[in-house]
């Protein structure tokens, strides 16, 4: 007709909208659909004229039309939180497709075993500022977790340079069992996207990638865990029976570091106990009394940290060590 002027049978704007999502594997879309002013005048004229009030407007029609058209051909749905924001724009000559792409997060499980290489190493060129050779990610591509995910990963996914959130950062020292350990990956723009949980595999050097889903709404660091590993104090003088009671019975350790003190509130379980010399040592394993998460801020594992704790004497202890050996996380 004289208004939509064959729009909505228009098999060219059909194939150009095709064209434009050429590429991308997505599972919901949202549409958005812009008409020339002129239409619009024209449309409010004719329904002034007829008296028409209950009729479909041209802008919804088109919109209809094509979204039915996307759902059949692509078998994607529409949705108000979509992996795609399209928008027709039909104000310009000849008709725009705009496609606006929503940033996709998500949570990456992965189990490791102790002493395994996590973080990538810093550019020899750049020294960690970003460069051209590192492709601005300031790490070397060395076939560690994180170049994986750096390098490797956009490439498979048709993505943009992510962003990655780790929790805590790399302890080589420590094992990660169970459901695994998560990193969280941020892409600004990914194509991919459908298939994104499916297409992670990550198995070398001692480090495998258990699970991966897409985050929907927030960043959840806080999860249950378990974490195992030994504790030793050593004594200026031989570790006694009493010495070995009363660090079963302390209920707060305070370590003191190199600019704070930290303190510890015991909620380890001790499996077994060994005094040796002036060593009293436990092997234990933590539940979720700890904030694991900001339990380190540095890579290095607190040993040979001083407790400053009652009931020992001042000068009584020497040192203190933990050594984390495993974590073992649920889902």
């Known amino acids: 007709c004289a208004l939509c002027n064959g729009l909505l049978d228009d098999k060219n704007l059909l194939k150009t909208i095709l064209n434009r999502l050429n590429g991308y594997n997505i599972r919901t879309f949202s549409l958005g659909v812009r008409v020339p002013p002129s239409l619009q005048s024209l449309e409010d004229k004719i329904s002034l004229e007829y008296g028409l009030i209950d009729y479909v407007p041209l802008r919804k029609a088109l919109k209809d039309r094509v979204s039915n058209y996307l759902t059949k051909k692509l078998n994607i749905i529409q949705s108000v939180s979509a992996d795609l924001n399209i928008i027709l724009d039909l104000s310009e000559t000849p008709s725009i497709v705009i496609i606006n792409e929503k940033k996709a997060i998500y949570r990456i499980n992965f189990i490791k075993n102790r002493g395994a290489k996590t973080l990538a190493e810093k550019c020899d060129i750049c020294g960690g500022k970003g460069c051209n050779i590192c492709e601005w990610t300031g790490k070397k591509n060395d076939?560690?977790?994180?170049?994986?995910?750096?390098?490797?990963?956009?490439?498979?996914?048709?993505?943009?340079?992510?962003?990655?959130?780790?929790?805590?950062?790399?302890?080589?020292?420590?094992?990660?069992?169970?459901?695994?350990?998560?990193?969280?990956?941020?892409?600004?723009?990914?194509?991919?996207?459908?298939?994104?949980?499916?297409?992670?595999?990550?198995?070398?050097?001692?480090?495998?990638?258990?699970?991966?889903?897409?985050?929907?709404?927030?960043?959840?660091?806080?999860?249950?865990?378990?974490?195992?590993?030994?504790?030793?104090?050593?004594?200026?003088?031989?570790?006694?029976?009493?010495?070995?009671?009363?660090?079963?019975?302390?209920?707060?350790?305070?370590?003191?570091?190199?600019?704070?003190?930290?303190?510890?509130?015991?909620?380890?379980?001790?499996?077994?106990?060994?005094?040796?010399?002036?060593?009293?040592?436990?092997?234990?394993?933590?539940?979720?009394?700890?904030?694991?998460?900001?339990?380190?801020?540095?890579?290095?594992?607190?040993?040979d940290k001083e407790i400053i704790e009652k009931p020992f004497k001042e000068g009584e202890v020497k040192s203190f060590s933990l050594d984390l050996s495993y974590v073992n996380l649920p889902y």
């Open 143 to 303: 076939g560690s977790l994180e170049a994986y995910l750096l390098y490797e990963l956009p490439e498979i996914l048709n993505a943009s340079k992510p962003e990655i959130i780790w929790p805590i950062k790399d302890m080589p020292e420590l094992s990660f069992s169970g459901n695994g350990f998560p990193v969280y990956v941020i892409f600004k723009n990914i194509k991919k996207r459908a298939k994104a949980p499916f297409l992670l595999n990550f198995d070398r050097d001692g480090i495998k990638i258990v699970s991966a889903y897409e985050v929907k709404n927030h960043l959840v660091l806080n999860k249950p865990f378990l974490i195992g590993g030994n504790i030793c104090v050593e004594f200026t003088h031989e570790c006694s029976l009493e010495n070995l009671e009363k660090i079963k019975e302390l209920n707060v350790i305070t370590l003191k570091g190199k600019n704070s003190s930290k303190v510890w509130k015991k909620s380890f379980k001790i499996r077994s106990a060994l005094k040796k010399d002036n060593f009293c040592c436990f092997e234990c394993e933590y539940d979720s009394g700890i904030n694991f998460y900001n339990l380190f801020n540095v890579k290095e594992t607190p040993k």
